[in-house]
């Protein structure tokens, strides 16, 4: 029991560091060679930070556990809720969110949460049919996202982070390959320990979604401090590159990754 303790607190830290020292500096240097806007790079700093939900719903899809994915799911998109609030209250940053071009993204960040907890509800089956319509609506965000938002095509990003472009590639890969390995080894303690315990699925779900949202929440803040350290803190891209990476993630846990774990639910209990 200590030493599955041990591994959760050793590579939830590795996965702090991977995030702020590898993901977002890797991030910044490839945005800014590319002269991509901070929504861009939001969402993809968004995506990235999705990859433990992926590690965990696909274990548990195979696993036979899928419930647990989808409550790793379903939590996170509401604990990155509140990891969003905390670092735009601790930046004093809470006005930006009353904007008007801030609703699309708002809109479909509130959907990401209600969408599951309506599944819940009405108890939805896992079926592929389930799947695809998330996969639509995940599309459909995108489309309005992108006409929304033409504005921001072309508007580059300053960064503090220089480099060349293959450091910035080398700095996302490696960070992508270490937090899912982080992600695999923090999933495997975390059922140990709620094993031994006896705890049930749903509340194994939100454990393992308070732990698989620590890179939303350290990229959230790094994000603000970096905005702080080159002057444009208070501005409207501070805010809209956190945004993004909120929307974006929640979106991705929602429209592919919850998608991709029904899947292989459906696929593996049809081999057994």
């Known amino acids: 029991m200590l030493s599955n303790f041990f591994t959760l607190i050793l590579f939830s830290s590795i996965t702090v560091l991977t995030v702020r020292k590898l993901l977002i500096h890797g991030i910044e240097i490839v945005c800014w060679k590319l002269s991509l ?4 790079k939001g969402q993809i700093i968004g995506f990235t930070t999705s990859i433990p939900e992926l590690t965990v719903i696909i274990s548990s899809a195979l696993s036979g556990v899928f419930s647990v994915g989808f409550w790793n799911i379903a939590s996170s998109n509401i604990i990155n809720w509140f990891l969003f609030l905390s670092a735009v209250l601790f930046y004093r940053q809470q006005k930006e969110l009353f904007k008007a071009t801030f609703i699309d993204e708002i809109a479909f960040g509130l959907l990401s949460v209600a969408i599951p907890a309506i ?3 009405k108890k939805v ?4 049919g389930i799947a695809l319509i998330l996969v639509v609506f995940f599309i459909i965000y995108k489309t309005i996202d992108h006409y929304a938002n033409l504005k921001q095509k072309g508007v580059a990003i300053t ?3 220089h480099g060349r472009m293959r450091k910035g590639i080398f700095f996302i890969v490696a960070g992508s390959i270490i937090i899912t390995i982080s992600g ?30 620590i890179p939303e929440l350290t990229s959230f803040f790094e994000i603000y401090s970096l905005h702080k350290k080159r002057g444009t803190l208070h501005y409207i891209s501070d805010t809209q590159e956190a945004l993004d ?5 929640n979106m991705s846990n929602l429209g592919l990754i919850l998608p991709v774990g029904m899947l292989i639910f459906a696929i593996s209990s049809n081999a057994l």
Do not use: C, D
Request: net charge neutral; hydrophobic share 55%.
């Open 245 to 249: 990476a909120l929307v974006f993630s």
């Open 159 to 161: 960064s503090l982070v």
């Open 37 to 40: 806007s901070n929504k861009a």
């Open 184 to 213: 695999h080894f923090i999933g495997q303690s975390s059922y140990e320990l709620i094993r031994i315990v006896g705890i049930p699925a749903w509340l194994i779900g939100w454990i393992l979604g308070v732990i698989t949202s």
């Open 125 to 128: 089956e896992f079926t592929s």
């Open 119 to 121: 599944m819940f509800l």
